[in-house]
């Protein structure tokens, strides 16, 4: 029998989990507290009503489905390596603040990090494991 996988959920693939063929996902699943945060402010970065709805149905829903990671002082040492790799890598590390902040979660409790936008985490390859869904 093969081995269960194990993975942290970027928020894209939070947002789009309805979405998402759930073949492609882990066994077992977390999300970062970053993810949480960027889910808490989304209702409140929509003047649709229908939206600000969905949005907030969205973080009720992973908020009651997991307990997030903390990014803890592990998480925090790298992402200094994390930061250093993005800019070797000719990116930005400003604009992706909060993706920078999951990579970190994700290599420091050592689980490769599911997302549905690989190209915010180009050149974090030694760090963190990035699966595309």
């Known amino acids: ?3 269960a996988t194990l993975g942290l959920l ?7 989990h309805d979405r998402v063929d759930p073949a492609l996902l882990p066994d077992e699943s977390a999300i970062s507290a970053v993810t949480l945060a960027e ?27 997991w307990e997030p990671l903390p990014f803890d002082s592990q998480a925090a040492r790298l992402y200094g390596r994390v930061f ?6 000719g ?7 909060a993706d920078l902040l ?6 420091a409790n050592g689980l490769p990090l599911y997302t549905r936008n ?3 985490f180009v050149g974090l390859d030694e760090i963190v494991t990035v ?3």
């Open 10 to 16: 970027d928020t894209s693939v939070i947002v789009d």
């Open 131 to 133: 699966i595309a869904v």
């Open 39 to 65: 889910l808490a402010a989304g209702p409140h970065a929509t003047g649709d009503e229908q939206e600000k709805a969905r949005r907030q149905d969205r973080l009720q829903w992973a908020a009651a489905t």
């Open 102 to 107: 999951i990579a970190s979660t994700a290599a």
């Open 84 to 89: 250093a790799a993005t800019r070797a890598a």
């Open 91 to 97: 990116r930005s590390s400003r604009t992706r603040l």
């Open 118 to 120: 690989p190209a915010d």
């Open 1 to 3: 029998m093969p081995e």
